[in-house]
């Protein structure tokens, strides 16, 4: 597969979540929602830094660390927010014990957490040719 295989197969990937996402807002499954939006913006950007880097990335799932790697192209502070909002569902979702607070999964923050999975989607679409 080459490099440019790769960015697409990301952006597939990226784009099954986030339809994933809406399946679950419709399913009224709030957390599942977050979960799916963590993984979209995830697979998203890893598709941005395959596109820039032309290398590979490693199976890690902090949004923060990624991040890190598109900073030079100076995204705005509220995408910066969006994606660290985003960052905390994937463990929270997964595994019993880690949420503070599961009452946080309720339509109006899923709402608000699609909202900024496709603001980050937007952002990372617009610097893939």
């Not at 199976?59 to 909002?85: C, F, G, M, T």
Request: proline content about 5%; overall charge negative.
């Amino acid at each position: 597969m080459n490099r440019e295989a790769d960015v697409r197969a990301w952006l597939e990937y990226a784009e099954a979540d986030r339809r994933s996402a809406y399946n679950a807002m419709g399913a009224e499954d709030y957390r599942d929602v977050a979960f799916h939006c963590q993984q979209a913006v995830e697979k998203a950007l890893k598709a941005l830094i395959v596109h820039r880097t032309q290398q590979c990335p490693p199976y890690v799932h902090n949004l923060r660390q990624w991040l890190n790697h598109v900073l030079d192209l100076a995204p705005p502070l509220v995408l910066v927010e969006a994606v660290l909002k985003i960052n905390l569902h994937y463990r929270a979702t997964r595994y019993p014990g880690v949420a503070d607070d599961l009452s946080f999964y309720v339509v109006q923050n899923a709402e608000d957490l699609l909202a900024q999975m496709e603001q980050v989607f937007r952002w990372i679409l617009h610097r893939i040719p």
